[in-house]
């Protein structure tokens, strides 16, 4: 049973700054690409920022320059630092993982619980 496991949401003041954690737990292999979504209700989840397990990072335009996606793969962890905040940026967001549970070439796609991200003007 693999989980993700998403902490450091909250309420923060505009241009104030937030941490997002997210551990995989669960009997698994490698952890592959991680990934940070968000989503305002009524409206469809979107990609915030992507790393890939050699490092290799990528970004949604609305959020370039202002938050920074970090991954410690001896933890199993991923990061979503989040600087500059914007009322804007107020969603609920997805931590997202694609492991391989055993060595080979099946990769399997997971997902965390969620954690509220709200920003006061």
């Known amino acids: 049973q693999v989980q993700l496991v998403e902490s450091g949401g909250g309420l923060v003041q505009a241009g104030g700054s937030l941490r997002l954690s997210c551990v995989a737990s669960?009997?698994?292999?490698?952890?592959?690409?991680m990934a940070w979504y968000r989503q305002v209700p009524g409206k469809q989840r979107e990609l915030v920022a992507t790393i890939a397990s050699g490092g290799t990072t990528n970004y949604a335009d609305s959020v370039k320059g202002r938050f920074s996606i970090s991954r410690d793969n001896a933890k199993n962890t991923v990061y979503l630092q989040m600087n500059s905040l914007k009322p804007e940026d107020t969603a609920d967001y997805y931590c997202?993982?694609?492991?391989?549970?055993?060595?080979?070439?099946?990769?399997?796609?997971?997902w965390g619980q969620g954690t509220q991200v709200t920003v006061s003007s």
């Open positions: 669960g009997n698994f292999f490698r952890i592959n690409t």
């Open positions: 997202n993982a694609t492991l391989n549970l055993t060595p080979g070439l099946i990769r399997r796609e997971y």
